[in-house]
């Protein structure tokens, strides 16, 4: 009896220190089908089992990701479009957001992200959206940024942009409301996968146009990536960042470790994880974006830059330039 009490203290003990040990923190992600938050809830396991517990937290998008890790208790990572912090702050006149964007550190950078245009089979390219009554996502969404700097270096006009999230805005599609919805997330999305058939007529929308293909890297959403999508579509793509704020307090030391028990386990995320795991490349050099030292210590070495080299640039920056100019 004496020994089985031991034991029990032993793992009472035990459970209590590793309870103690655990650290919490949370990460601020996207709607609950898209690819965020999926990558959310695959760096929750993985953490799980490296004494971390980590809480995946939905939002609305790249703005409140950005505010929420300045601001909010408990959630000093976020994932966010790397136009988004070159758009809040090249464009805006919100001191606080500027403010907000000079402390907002990358963490990794970690894939493109396709920019999907769907709609209906009528429409050929995104040129023809002119005229068009076009879903561009929340006000305030990553979706919403990128697709306002899309009708802008384009000069394409549709006659109606549609302020709706994703799951409305593929609702109208579906009953006719609009013509075309844009929606800027990793392939495979969760949300076209399972809520789009073939029987709904509906298409990926080709963007070519050659003033977005300036300022985006050109990519493509390969054939069959879902089922009612028999060809290869080209668009562009924008990069996604792993963010923090720059603190100077143990969050400092935590998101660092945190970082350096994803680069060391990226293997397993890219075997167990998303799809998109297999295009994240934590040494990529993205201009524009300085790496938070409580990381580089931990991270594995960076590249260095190619300036010459389109893929190693942040196109937008150049983009938002031309427009201020």
């Known amino acids: 009896m004496k020994k089985a009490s031991v034991i029990l203290a032993c793992v009472l003990g035990m459970a209590f220190w590793n309870s103690a040990a655990a650290v919490e923190m949370g990460i601020i992600t996207g709607k609950e089908k898209g690819t965020y938050y999926q990558f959310g809830l695959n760096l ?8 971390f517990e980590v809480n995946v937290i939905p939002s609305d998008g790249s703005i409140e990701n950005i505010y929420a890790v300045y601001k909010r208790p408990g959630v000093p990572l976020g994932i966010v479009q790397s136009d988004v912090l070159a758009f809040v702050a090249k464009l805006q006149t919100n001191q606080l957001l500027k403010n907000v964007a000079k402390k907002i550190k990358m963490v990794y950078p970690l894939y493109n992200e396709e920019i999907h245009l769907v709609g209906r089979q009528g429409i050929a390219s995104f040129d023809d959206l002119a005229n068009k009554r076009v879903a561009i996502g929340e006000e305030g969404s990553g979706t919403y940024l990128t697709s306002k700097l899309l009708f802008e270096v ?55 146009n050659k003033d977005v293909q300036q300022f985006y890297p050109v990519a493509e959403i390969p054939a069959g990536t879902y089922a009612w999508q ?5 668009t562009v793509a924008v990069k996604a ?15 660092g470790r945190f970082a350096g028990i994803l680069a060391e386990n990226l293997g397993w995320l890219q075997q167990n994880g998303h799809p998109k795991w297999k295009a994240v490349d934590l040494s990529y050099s993205l201009k524009g974006w300085e790496q938070y ?29 031309e427009i201020l100019e």
């Open 241 to 255: 960042v792993l963010i923090s704020f720059d603190f100077r307090t143990a969050n400092c030391e935590n998101v």
């Open 154 to 208: 384009s000069k394409v006009s549709p006659k109606e942009m549609v302020l709706v999230g994703t799951d409305q805005a593929l609702a109208k599609l579906k009953a006719g409301a609009i013509d075309a919805m844009v929606y800027v997330a990793g392939l495979p999305v969760k949300l076209f996968s399972e809520n789009i058939s073939e029987t709904d007529n509906l298409k990926i929308i080709p963007i070519t």
């Open 293 to 321: 030292d409580c990381v580089a210590k931990y991270a594995p070495p960076r590249q260095k830059p190619k300036p010459k080299d389109p893929s190693q640039l942040n196109p937008v920056l150049d983009a938002i330039r």
């Open 44 to 51: 929750q396991q993985l953490m799980q089992q490296h004494g």
């Open 230 to 234: 028999q060809e290869a579509v080209p």
